[in-house]
């Protein structure tokens, strides 16, 4: 797995990327009650905000970590957002996407570099 410091996590699952939210940023939002998420074949640049995440305590944003497009979404968090705080690295992943160049995933963290930037 890669890590942003935007608390996102990505993981290579064959030629796709899924791409949640960390279990450290489930822990900071709290109780989540509401989540939107891009359409299927939307193209995005890196920072771009893709998905939205509403808790009991704030809004926020979820930014594409790389470039790329968006090919498949996860409608069951859509439909019970109470998923991501059970789950936040497995099941509760928020959207597949191919990367347009792989080799950016090296420059994002790795578990030990993200355990040391959330310390």
């Known amino acids: 797995m890669k890590f942003t410091e935007e608390h996102e996590w990505l993981r290579a ?5 899924a791409v949640g939210i960390t279990e450290h940023a489930s822990e900071q939002l709290g109780d989540v009650v509401f989540v939107e998420l891009p359409e299927p074949g939307t193209k995005v640049t ?10 009991v305590k ?6 594409a970590p ?7 979404v996860n409608d069951a ?22 990367v ?15 355990d040391e930037l959330v310390g």
């Open 13 to 17: 699952e064959g030629e796709l990327v």
């Open 66 to 72: 790389v470039d790329g497009e968006i090919v498949e």
């Open 46 to 55: 890196k920072g771009d905000e893709v998905a939205v995440i509403e808790s």
């Open 100 to 114: 347009t160049d792989p080799s950016t995933l090296e420059g994002l963290m790795d578990e030990s570099e993200y």
């Open 77 to 98: 968090i859509v439909e019970n957002p109470a998923k991501v705080n059970e789950d936040p690295m497995g099941d509760a992943w928020f959207f597949r996407m191919t």
């Open 58 to 63: 704030a809004a926020s944003d979820i930014l």
